[in-house]
Nanobody, 115 residues
C-alpha cells in the first residue's frame, strides 16, 4: 500500500522560508518520480515542482528561482525548499507519485504566508 505523508507546513511571513517533507512507504522509492502540487482556496490544484527518479527537476513558472525540489532515496523522502515566500504561495501543498498508472496523494500540509 502506497502512503505519502507530508509535513513542514506552517504560518510564515512574506519573504520567509519553509521546507516541506514528504515521506513515502509501500514503494521502491528510488524508482519513481515525485511531485509537489498545491491548491489554494477556490483554485485548481497546480504543479509546483517535480523530480524524476534520476533527479531531473521541473518547476511551475510562479516558483522558479524560489523553490527547490530534492529527494533522498535512502530516506524515502522528497523535499520542497521554499524561499522568498509570497502571500500568493498560501495553499495546501500535496505530495504525489504515479505508480502503475495510479496517482497517489498525501493528505496535504497547509502553508500560509501572511504578516
Amino acid at each position: 500500500q502506497v502512503q505519502l505523508v507530508e509535513s513542514g507546513g506552517d504560518l510564515v511571513q512574506p519573504g520567509g522560508s519553509l521546507r516541506l517533507s514528504c515521506a513515502a512507504s509501500g514503494i521502491i522509492f528510488s524508482r519513481y518520480a515525485m511531485g509537489w502540487y498545491r491548491q489554494a482556496p477556490g483554485k485548481q490544484r497546480e504543479l509546483v515542482a517535480g523530480i524524476t527518479s534520476s533527479g531531473n527537476t521541473n518547476y511551475g513558472d510562479s516558483v522558479k528561482g524560489r523553490f527547490t525540489i530534492s529527494r533522498d532515496n535512502a530516506k524515502n523522502s522528497v523535499y520542497l525548499q521554499m524561499n522568498s515566500l509570497k502571500p500568493e504561495d498560501t495553499a495546501v501543498y500535496y505530495c504525489k507519485t504515479l505508480v502503475r498508472r495510479n496517482n497517489y496523494w498525501g493528505q496535504g500540509t497547509q502553508v500560509t504566508v501572511s504578516s
